[in-house]
């Protein structure tokens, strides 16, 4: 694990963007493809805005899967990932993608999980974008996460931190809003990426990331299983690292 600490969360999401974009070009330029995950969140904002201008890019050749969705929620609700990630992502891309695999909500939530696994199972994925929860979180896997199961998605009930944190952000008008369960990548897929950019901003995330950073490896702190990837560098703002005894590492 590579951990880099940026004075602000603009260069933060700069630098974030451009190792993710190194990643997609050699993908294509090696396999003629890339298949990559998403994370959503506001943690991902400066990140994603970067991506999407990055230079000689063929993003008709890039299929997208992203990491997690609420049951019930419609597409047009403001809190969709749906709705983030074809706003903020996919409807400012110079060119269409390939392919975007999204996570329906509204659809039966085992056959969903089945469908998308079918999808994600049919080659290997380059890289992830991803974030860290306030509680630790990897997609929308709370603690205690399960880091055995061999499932691509998987239905998750979220616990209290985790929807507060949804509610703190903005997302929803109130705490009862946000739904109880989600379908979520699961740990193992994530760790199936061959790279892995790890993008977190915000002193309300500290705690979180010395725990994923400098603790043990436990499913009490989810995150803190991307210490075991080969290639996953992380990438904080100085508030997200404030609690960290090491930076630049």
């Not at 451009?18 to 298949?35: D, T």
């Not at 009930?157 to 809003?177: H, I, P, S, V, Y």
């Not at 002193?203 to 490896?217: I, M, N, S, T």
Request: hydrophobic share 40%; glycine share 6%; net charge negative.
């Amino acid at each position: 694990m590579i951990v880099k600490v940026f004075d602000n969360k603009e260069m933060m999401g700069h630098a974030a963007a451009e190792a993710g974009a190194k990643m997609i070009r050699n993908a294509i330029n090696e396999r003629g493809e890339a298949r990559i995950i998403l994370a959503t969140g506001t943690s991902q904002f400066a990140t994603l805005q970067n991506v999407v201008t990055s230079p000689n890019i063929d993003w008709g050749r890039v299929t997208v899967f992203h990491l997690d969705e609420y049951i019930g929620l419609p597409v047009t609700h403001p809190a969709s990932f749906r709705k983030y990630i074809k706003e903020r992502f996919a409807g400012k891309l110079p060119k269409p993608l390939r392919d975007f695999h999204m996570i329906d909500g509204e659809a039966d939530p085992a056959s969903e999980c089945a469908r998308l696994a079918a999808l994600i199972n049919a080659a290997p994925i380059d890289m992830a974008f991803v974030g860290i929860g306030e509680n630790g979180h990897l997609a929308f896997n709370d603690p205690p996460a399960d880091f055995n199961t061999e499932e691509p998605y998987i239905v998750v009930n979220l616990d209290e931190a985790c929807r507060r944190q949804q509610f703190g952000e903005g997302w929803f008008a109130t705490l009862d809003e946000v739904p109880k369960r989600a379908i979520s990548m699961s740990i193992k897929q994530i760790l199936k990426s061959r790279g892995i950019i790890c993008a977190v901003q915000d002193e309300r995330k500290a705690d979180a990331v010395a725990g994923a950073v400098e603790g043990r490896v436990t499913p009490d702190v989810p995150a803190s299983i991307l210490q075991t990837h080969p290639d996953c560098a992380i990438y904080l703002d100085r508030d997200a690292a404030a609690k960290l005894k090491r930076q630049n590492c």
